[in-house]
């Protein structure tokens, strides 16, 4: 029994034979370094984000049918794949072998923009159209659930499904002719062109483990040098394994023990996985239960219990299982894993203790113990009562006539997510009754284990099924529900007792009127939208203008395109594991690293000392540290630098190092900076006008308050980079994941006293950056520069995840005063607003922030008068950086609530406000910028008018009159966006072109592709220019050996810099080829390229482009911060539960004025991702940070941005038809950033909504809201009996 088993399983129809399997390793690993297929991405490693997804087909060793599943990668032990098949992107299809229907359509569909959780999708989606060649939308999207995306909002990813299936019914290329694939596939031989279509047929699920009955029935012991994981073949086996070894750890689903594993918090070195026990397996029907194996998947259990017959029971069961986790979760996770489990909101727990489950254990020499799933077992369990017994199945008894059940839950975000509070709700009538004869009534999220409500149950027994009993009840659970595991536990029981009055109207509704459906939630709305845009007509030949799609989108379907973590390890390279600090604010005693230098496979360690020169950076000021000295100043803050042969080896041995330290004060909040006054600097000041003439001006005077939160950017690539030292000269070679190339070449110079010329900075492509790789990206390097100069060894940093939440910066979080001065016709005559930023630790671009955002003090409005003052706050945090919009959204949103304040007090509609006061042509902002055309209104009053804006609002009033718990509301907002930075000398770029003989180009420029798709807008631009077909010019990467002294891409201006340069570049180039042309005109471009080289003309050219002739001088209020203005409005309509706080956003349109678009596509990409990364920043994206200043949301599993559910179910985007506008490289406009301000619409349309919920209460009075407008933020605002009591 002891001896260590082959592990065999297949990946893309390949076998692969394992000895000595380390238990350890998941598939990730596995598939990432050891078969190099790195099409499967690590994004979070939480089982959170779907990056890894992968499918996973077995036998069912009860059913004997393939079930093909998606999974995880990252939750999953290799040794839980013994007898499987895995099938990753790259064997779905390739650029070489053709493109699967599923990857071209997101191609096709422009459903990528960084593509780091493009395989996933595609994953998701191949494993869907594996089990359902016809799936609806609905099973689209709910597949979807489990993959994030930040950048694209998710619109063409659903749509590219939705192609995919029209444009193959079987949804799996099997459709296609077979004469056509073997055409293509012979094409493809010869040709090296760019990715063809599906020529593959799926991988099939190998015969040898359909045949070989071994794979599945056969004891299996795996050992590694510290565990060892046992597969049993029976009950009797697995019990004996356990009297053996009786701290060991069940596996059933992997998905607590992947977890255990990788944070190395296993208790056992022994690990009995009970996947193949039949009698776990089976899920049974009878006349009275329901009997489900602890082995049961949760989808498993889905698909059964879908194709029986449906029963009260059965209903009530698939409701709560539809939205536990997301499928990729379901497929693993086990009913019996899940029942066991210590977490105390778990969804299926609380149905089983309400529908008064019964649980069947197996103990050694015992025969089946029945424990009931109540308090006592939830207490024994924790208490590891059931150490030594294993749990083979739960009986659910069926429900009569008399008896009700339903589980409801509220997670933090719609969609995928725990339950902050969730329930499982029971009541059965005395026969012919309404008078309760039975009840329970179970809450997870209340407290530290999941509860069976006593107290309350005794109050409903023998009571009338009314609002008498309700009411009681509720008293009672408002008592009995308290507890002190929960800082906010008045949300939560204003949640469990809301739950209960849903269910209270739920069976009152039913017993009434003999209907079980009940529309207690948000209304139903599957996803759609329009995008309108103009296209120049067929005539036109110019790559330009034209929705293109992504150049490398093929390679990124394909899991071909490589990021920094799939670039294969270079010999000898070690990996650097940071030690960071424990505490926000302390003095360094000691460090002792003693220990971790002992481990096995630890090479090296690097402190501050061994940085040869500089240990300080930073943009404005140098008040970043690389590595800290003397003293820490936030949670997360790099100490010390472990190198070892691997990252395993490093995180592990980043555990042994012991830090003592001296706790000094530390200072958290802006309220606590304000006390202290600790600023960066002094306040930057603004005034125009005359406030005095306001305030004569003015009929009124209103002050208020403002809010908004910290966002963290979560790129779905973490921050990466790969340092290559060359012996020669002292040169290195920075391979990395940042959106400046040169800062980082410069900063690692300083670091390590060397000239820049040394240093090359390379980026390929970066899985998205939205500012957060501006600076921070510069850690990374600079840690891993040090290890490789240090060591003479190549050196890879890469952050997990939790490490890039807890070490990065984010958006500033800000607090605002202000005054607004207004006239009775709602004319704004002056405002006087303070601001104060969080900017943390360091100085990085706050003041650069600060002062762009204030720019916008008057968001798009001309107020005659204005005072303004920003303040910095240093705090014990790190240093909050750039972030999409750079500032803006946060001062326009102040300016929105200044608009939102006048509207209230002279109770009109804040739409005309806005009107009244809105910037037109021939108009100057008070920073000098002259309106030149009438686009912002334009944009607005199409925005209008297409959103059918004033009889929506009608129809709207009509909706909250007759709904009670669901309220609708909706606004309308403008916006602008200088493009340009202020600083002139932010505002250059260089291109180079070279042109091969055999007519190819390589073009670089000195803009870094992060997804927004710039390489292909100057593809299209040097396409254009050249006349030539775009798909002969290539980007290779973005470098400092091609284009030195780039500054940082972003603020929606490198499209518009860089394609100045690379116009410039190809007109040198298409100049110098006029006369060859010239003499030749039917030659074509290759000959005439030919001809060049043979005639020695230069077939290189540089190109260089610097526009506008001043820049901006912040105290002189001279000169023009930008080069124009990109303008848009967006209507927003939301729909908010009033019960539970959750919300949805109904529909939203969408116009922009991007000039003329040089790719509708990539725009419209932009303004709706931009867009949803700004319904986030409004809504669910909250960061919580402890008192102690740690940050608690540390991964996409408690830190919310939207999934697939929180997208608006409408989206309409429309680009304003070009008219007049800006003189631009090719009439064209930035676009990136602007669109996010627009989701202010979203945070004020909640307002209103909520405003309609709290009429019923007579409060109609202007409330304070604070952004983001979470769930209890939107519960707890809605004030009722229920949240009055809950205080
Ligand atoms: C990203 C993510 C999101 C999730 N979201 C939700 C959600 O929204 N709602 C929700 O309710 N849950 C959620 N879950 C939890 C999930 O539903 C499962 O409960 C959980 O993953 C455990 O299931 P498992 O089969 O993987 O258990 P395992 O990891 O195999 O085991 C869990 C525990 O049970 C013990 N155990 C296993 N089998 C037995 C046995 N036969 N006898 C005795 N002890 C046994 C194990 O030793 C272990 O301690 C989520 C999980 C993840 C990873
Ligand atoms: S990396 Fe596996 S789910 Fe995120
Ligand atoms: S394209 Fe989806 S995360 Fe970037």
Redesign the pocket.
Known sequence: MDSTDLLVFFVNGKKVRILEPDPELTLLQYLRRSLYLTGTKLACG???CGACTVMVSYLNITTKKIRNISVNAC?IPLCYLHGMAVTTVEGVGSTRNGLHPVQESLVESHGLQCGFCTPGMVMTMYTLFRNNPNPTQQQMERALEGNLCRCTGYRPIVDAFRSAKENCPCGLGLCLEESDRTETRDQDEKSNDEPKSATTQDVIFPPELQLNSAYHTKFMTFKSSKYTWYRPTTVEEALRLLTNFPKA?????????GYLLRKGAMTSNVIIC?THLPE?QCVQFTSSEIRIG?GVTMGQLESELLAVKSNKTISAMLDVLRW??ADQ?KN???L???V??KIPN???QTFFMAAGAVLEFRKMNGGVQEVPMDNDFVHSAKNNV?QDQ??VSIRVPLLSDDEHMSGLKQPNRRGF???VVTTGLYVQFEKGTTVVQNMRLAFGGTDDKPVLATRAVNVAIKRSWNEDMLEKVNDALMIELQSTAYTNIPFRTTLACSFFLKFFMKIKAELETGCSEFPAGLSHIPTSGIQVYDIPDESDTKAVWKPIPNVTSGYIAAGEAQFVDDIPSATNELFAGLVTSTHAHAKILSVDVSAALEMEGVIDYIDYKDIPCDNNYGFLVPDNVLLCQDEVSYHGQAICVILAESREIANRAVKLVEVKYEPLEATISIQDAIMKEQFFGHAYKVERGCMEEAEKEADFVLEGVCETGAQEHLYMEPHSSLVIPRKEQNELDIITSTQGVTQLQEDVAKFLGLDSNRISSRVKRVGGGFGGKATDSIVTSGIAAIGAWKTNRPVRCIYDRELDFKITGKRHPIEAKYKVYFKKDGRIVGCDVKYYYNAGYSTDLSPLIMKCGMLLVQGCYTFTNMKAEGKLCRTNLPSNTAFRGFGSPQVMFVAEAMIQKVAFHLNIQAEQVRDTNMLRKGDVTPFNMPINDDNLYRCWEECKQDSEFDKRVKNIHAFNSANRWRKRGISIVPCMYGIGYPPLFLNQAGALVLVYKDGSVLLAHSGVELGQGLHTKMIQIAASTLEIPHEKIIISETSTTTAPNTSETGGSNAADLNAGAVLEACKKIKDRLAPIKEKNPEGGWNAWVTAAYFSRVSLSATGFYGPREEGYDYEKNSGSHSHYFTYGSACTEVEIDVLTGEHQVVRVDIVMDVGKSLNPAIDVGQIEGGFVQGVGMMTTEELKVNAKGELTSTGP?DYKVPGIRNIPRQMNVKLLKYAEGPKTVYSAKGIGEPPLLLAVSVFYAIKEAILAARKHENLSEDYFFQCPATVERIRMACQDKITQKSK
């Not at 750890?249 to 023990?257: A, K």
């Open positions: 939480q089982g959170a939750l750890q069940f596996v059933l689903g992997c998905n607590t023990i009970c776990l602890a536990v986790a979760i693993t996770a086990t019996g894993g899940h066991m489990s778990l969804d299926m059931y294993i749990l997510d725990y339950g599993l």
